[in-house]
């Protein structure tokens, strides 16, 4: 089975910054797109920043210029930079991987859609 577990939230102050990882377990050999995802109360999810397994990033205009979506295919992790946090920046955030070639005994299969639990982050002085 594959697994996403995120990492790095926290309380941050307006105008600080945090470190994001999403690190992807399992009999893993590829991922496709990876991307962020947030939810504050009250709200739909929406999309932060995408990005495809040669590299290519997409951002939501709330976040560009402020956040940085990066990856390591070699260990399956992703990462995403934020900084000039803001207090609207406040939500769960999610990380997703639209499709995962993955090993079971010596056959490969491709699943869809991972997501995983959650990352607070909380900006607020």
């Known amino acids: 089975q594959v697994q996403l577990v995120e990492s790095g939230g926290g309380l941050v102050q307006p105008g600080g910054s945090l470190r994001l990882s999403c690190a992807a377990s399992?009999?893993?050999?590829?991922?496709?797109?990876m991307g962020w995802y947030r939810q504050a109360p009250g709200k739909q999810r929406e999309l932060v920043a995408t990005?495809?397994?040669?590299?290519?990033?997409n951002y939501a205009d709330s976040v560009k210029g402020r956040f940085t979506i990066s990856r390591d295919n070699r260990k399956n992790t992703l990462y995403l930079q934020m900084n000039s946090l803001k207090p609207e920046d406040t939500a769960v955030y999610y990380c997703?991987?639209?499709?995962?070639?993955?090993?079971?005994?010596?056959?490969?299969?491709?699943?869809?859609?991972?997501w995983g639990q959650g990352t607070q982050v909380t900006v607020s002085s």
């Open positions: 399992g009999s893993i050999f590829s991922i496709n797109t």
């Open positions: 990005m495809t397994r040669g590299g290519s990033a």
């Open positions: 997703n991987a639209d499709s995962v070639r993955y090993y079971s005994g010596s056959l490969l299969y491709t699943g869809i859609d991972y």
